[in-house]
């Protein structure tokens, strides 16, 4: 061989290195579409080339599915091109007259909710503290929320049935801890006792009860969750049979009256800081006599979305969907306004067509429609922006490591960031992993898939690991104490029915 034809022949596998490793994502979607768990199932499948937008792979990518909360990535997107991530939401505090020379404000306090999804008890503490700082020492007539900045509509029609777990959580104009609680059930001291039934934050909204008894071996649970007849809260009421040695489980449920709740906190926190509160709580319109007392400022948007995508919470989605509506249209948060915003952002980048169908925020809603391609398109759009693709990308759960995410790609060899969906006989997963040439955005829709949620799962996990490049393995640290996670998709278990623990029926 001449050195000129050697010369060729190495340019030639210099040349065709990069076709061949072109062609692994046609053996990887060979091998994934074959997967038994996909038998009968709607797929749609977009991987792109993050510089060029070139579709490396597509099947049915234009085919418009059910996303699930993969449905999330559209309102972060809309969210913080509108707002930007550095966006604080603020709520404004109102009295009716001046704070008299010893601190008694002598009629109610209002608070005039504008949708921040940010409020969780710790939060609200802060709040009392600004209100005591501006020299508030009583509030004599009570506290009032203005809730007219969302319609009146806490939970979306197309969920139905709503059930009382906390994935069904409700909006609301002023709202705290993602409109959720926490439910602890411990066994008793010894046989025969009733079992321990407790609530977090412990509010006067609750009223608790256990009807359960301690046995030796473990029993059926059930939890009864309802209004009270006149209004001011919630019953929460435990029966059945808890096992002597089990350890103490939790539960989380959705409020009803995400409102009164939130303000049911709030008059706590004002009175862990010196604050008496006397009179009722009620909900209605701020008067236009009142004055402003401050404007508390919430977490930013940036760290907001974080909390959305990284567990998937339903409520913050739905929060930030009908505020969007507000600002957007007539002054009133209403779904109805809300997607009409989203839609809008998604035409204006390019990435809307006739099929797609945006019923809400969260996702929870079957008659949304969105396309492999659409997502894809999104994802590669935002990571782009300047000045809030980055927020957008560190909100995705990184595999093996975090959020929805903690449990799965673990051994995958591959740094990943995507986000899950999932609903009953649907599953998604979309993001962006470094591929052989580059990073790559894609997108997987499954629907109607005879195979169970979590092999579905294993296949799609798979699939997107067989198109990245290996990377090296971090050590991960010990697992440390975490903050519980916010309530957002259904899990697995529970789209088959199930509960977040075995053994606990009921609402």
Known sequence: MTRAAAVLGFLGLVLLAPLARAATPDAEVARFLRHPALRGAKVGVAVLDLDTGERLVDVNADRALVPASNQKLMITAAALAHWGPAYRFETPIMIDGQIGPDGVVAGPLWVVGKGDPSFVSETLWKLAEEIRLKGVRAIRGGLRVDASYFDGQHVHPDWQPVSARAYHAPTGAFAANYSSFRIQVSPGASATQPAIVDVAPMVPYFRVRSEALTIARAGRLSLDIGRLADGTGERVVLRGAVAQNAEPRTYWRAVALPELYAAEILRIQLEAQGVRVEGPIRIERVPAT??????????????????????????????????????????????????????????????????????????????????????????????????????????????????????????????????????????????????????????????????????????????????????????????????????????????????????????
Not at 329 to 343: F, K, M, V, Y
């Open 290 to 507: 009142a004055r402003e007392l401050l404007r508390f400022k919430g977490e930013p948007l940036g760290v907001i979305v974080r909390h959305l995508n990284k567990f998937s919470n339903n409520f913050i989605a739905e929060q930030l969907t009908k505020r969007l509506g507000a600002e957007t249209g007539d002054g009133t948060g209403s779904w109805a306004a809300g997607t009409r915003a989203i839609r809008s952002y998604m035409d204006g980048i390019g990435a809307l067509d006739g099929r797609t169908v945006i019923a809400d925020g969260s996702g929870l809603s079957p008659r949304n429609r969105v396309s492999a391609g659409t997502l894809a398109t999104l994802i590669r759009h935002a990571s782009r922006e300047f000045g809030w693709g980055p927020e957008f990308l560190a909100s995705l759960p990184l595999g093996g490591q975090d959020g929805t995410l903690e449990e799965r790609l673990e051994d995958a060899g591959i740094e990943l960031r995507g986000k899950t969906g999932h609903l009953r006989h649907v599953s998604s997963l979309a993001g962006m992993l470094p591929g052989p040439t580059g990073r790559r955005v894609f997108a997987i829709v499954v629907n109607g898939a005879q195979g169970s949620s979590s092999a579905v799962d294993d296949a799609m996990d798979a699939f997107v690991a067989g198109l990245g490049t290996p990377t090296p393995r971090r050590v991960r640290p010990p697992d440390q104490p975490s903050e519980p996670e916010a309530p957002g998709e259904p899990t697995p278990d529970q789209e088959r029915g199930e509960d977040e623990e075995d053994g606990l029926d009921g609402a």
